[in-house]
């Protein structure tokens, strides 16, 4: 610490312009100022380990936070997958259903219009098999029948 006397020193008069006075070293003023401010750079050089100590630990902390924060990014990931994998199970096996219900449907349909269609067949067979037949005869016996028929 600097002294009353060393403080004054700073402010000595000096001489008047002129003949030569007392012979004098200028003062080391930037020596004179670390010395008193040495103290307090102590002081802060403490405050500034304590601070880089304090950011060591955080950046670990953080880093241990970021590698738990992507593990359980990853843990949510793996179950959205799962969880699309299931739902898109489900939507094939809804939309296979459909199908099915739709081809059952369809089958019944056709099934229902082939019936329809024997029926109409039978009905017309049964009219136009004995003009068919007594065609045929008569083609083949010449009988002369139904001469005018088909």
């Not at 100022?33 to 950046?59: G, N």
């Not at 924060?69 to 949510?76: C, E, H, K, S, V």
């Not at 489900?90 to 089958?107: G, I, K, L, S, Y």
Request: charged residues 25%; positive net charge; hydrophobic residues 50%.
């Amino acid at each position: 610490m600097t002294t009353l006397r060393q403080l004054l020193q700073r402010f000595r008069p000096a001489g008047p312009p002129g003949s030569a006075g007392q012979a004098a070293v200028p003062a080391d003023r930037a020596a004179r100022a670390e010395e008193e401010l040495r103290p307090v750079f102590s002081v802060l050089a403490a405050a500034d380990a304590e601070a880089a100590a304090v950011r060591a630990a955080a950046e670990v902390a953080a880093a241990q936070r970021r590698r738990r924060a992507g593990l359980a990014a990853q843990r949510i990931v793996t179950a959205a997958h799962a969880r699309a994998q299931r739902a898109r199970a489900e939507a094939f096996a809804a939309a296979r259903a459909d199908t099915a219900r739709a081809a059952q449907t369809v089958m019944a349909d056709a099934q229902h219009s082939a019936e329809a269609l024997r029926a109409r067949a039978r009905a017309r067979l049964d009219v136009a098999v004995p003009s068919i037949v007594s065609a045929a005869l008569d083609e083949v016996y010449g009988t002369g029948r139904d001469a005018g028929a088909p």
